[in-house]
């Protein structure tokens, strides 16, 4: 087991591709930690680069406490389960679990009993003389986990290891991984492009766009204060509804504009975020998540929409609409239940003064 870090990594491919910018970060040892971002956001090159199968063009790898740059992958003692899992078809599960340990050249005995162990752990036992052909889906999947966790690594690297999988049988390895990794304790960065999977999985999530960190964080500080527009946009599905608006300042305090109308922003509003005085008079991007609209009656302040589309999930509706000022995109609201409207056509909607969020035209919070 050891700790993890990237400092200010760059990957710049043969074509000219940035995969990673200034890529810094630090991984302890033990954690879970996730990456996730939207695909070609650099996420496999970062695991490829700590993996030893790409080298930087800047910065420095770490792992415990050596600079591993230039290190061969197995002087790293990094274990790699990727999305197709390149089981050998040709082999049973036991010699697949063995195959790394042969190519180390393991004495019999102790490559038995790690053997034993991982299929212990990964109910592999009564599947050890099968081939993949004969084997499910998840059952594949344990095999490529058995393969890496038989190897004893520093840290385990897993690139999307569900995505081959269906929904159900996504949720529950996801549940087994989680606990493998509490059991064994071994540093482990987990790759997906699911923000789901990322806020149901790390101790700490690392958001990626552009090969760039966006923020590092609990999955729940990701959601409840998101380090720009672009993590609000990513973390929840719908994710933030975001649109430009005014905040003027009067009598009554700071007010937000939304078409005619001015809301007065509630104290604690501005208490958790000082720095939004300094924004009066100015243009924002305000954000509302779709959970912060309800029917009128029961919202503090209320709009007027045009209703463009609506998805009925049985216990909840995602109604997307228009507001009365102008937006790029509709916004989505969540309701519980089936709010029992028409398709098209007018509603009125509440918001809840406090969820309001506010980034600068740059996409940067204000807090
Ligand atoms: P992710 O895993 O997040 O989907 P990748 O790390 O695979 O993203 O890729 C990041 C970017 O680098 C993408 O634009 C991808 O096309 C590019 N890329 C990856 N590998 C290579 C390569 N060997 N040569 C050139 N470009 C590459
Ligand atoms: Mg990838």
Not at 60 to 83: H, K, L, S
């Amino acid at each position: 087991m050891a700790a993890v870090s990237f400092r200010q990594v760059s990957k710049v491919f043969e074509d000219g591709t940035r995969a990673l910018v200034d890529f810094s970060l630090d991984v302890n040892d033990g954690e879970f930690a996730v990456f996730v971002g939207p695909s070609g956001c650099g996420k496999t090159t970062a695991l490829r680069v700590l993996a030893g199968l790409e080298e930087p063009t800047e910065g420095e790898v770490i792992i415990g406490d050596q600079v591993v740059n230039g290190w061969t992958p197995q002087r790293r003692n990094v274990a790699m389960v990727f999305q197709n899992y390149a089981l050998y078809p040709h082999m049973t599960v036991r010699a697949n679990l063995e195959f790394p340990l042969r190519m180390a050249k393991m004495a019999r005995e102790e490559m038995r009993r790690r053997v034993a162990r991982a299929a212990d752990v990964l109910d592999l036992a009564g599947l050890l003389e099968r081939r993949p052909a004969e084997l499910s889906g998840g059952q594949r999947q344990r095999v490529a986990m058995g393969r890496a966790i038989v190897r004893d690594p520093r840290v385990f690297l897993m690139d999307e290891p569900l995505s081959n999988l269906d929904a159900r049988l996504r949720t529950q390895i996801r549940a087994d991984i989680a606990a493998l990794q509490r059991r064994f304790g071994t540093t482990t960065i987990y790759v997906t492009h699911d923000q789901v999977e990322a806020m149901t999985l790390g101790d700490r999530v690392v958001v990626m766009n552009a090969g760039l960190v966006q923020q590092v964080d609990a999955p729940r500080r990701l959601y409840e204060r998101p380090a720009n527009t672009f993590v609000a946009g990513f973390v929840g599905s719908p994710g933030m509804n975001l649109f430009r608006t005014r905040l003027v300042s009067s009598t009554e305090g700071l007010s937000v504009h939304l078409g005619d109308i001015r809301f007065p922003l509630p104290p604690e509003i501005l208490a958790e975020r000082p720095q939004l005085a300094a924004h009066a008079g100015g243009q924002v991007l305000a954000g509302l998540r779709p959970e912060a609209f309800s029917r009128a009656d029961e919202g503090a302040w209320r709009i007027d929409v045009g209703v463009e589309a609506l998805e009925a999930l049985g216990h909840e509706t995602l109604v997307y609409f228009r507001p009365a000022w102008p937006v790029e995109n509709p916004l989505a609201a969540r309701l519980p239940g089936r709010p029992g409207m028409e398709k098209e056509g007018q509603l009125a909607l509440g918001i809840d003064p406090s969820s309001f969020y506010f980034f600068e035209l740059d996409g940067s919070a204000i807090y």
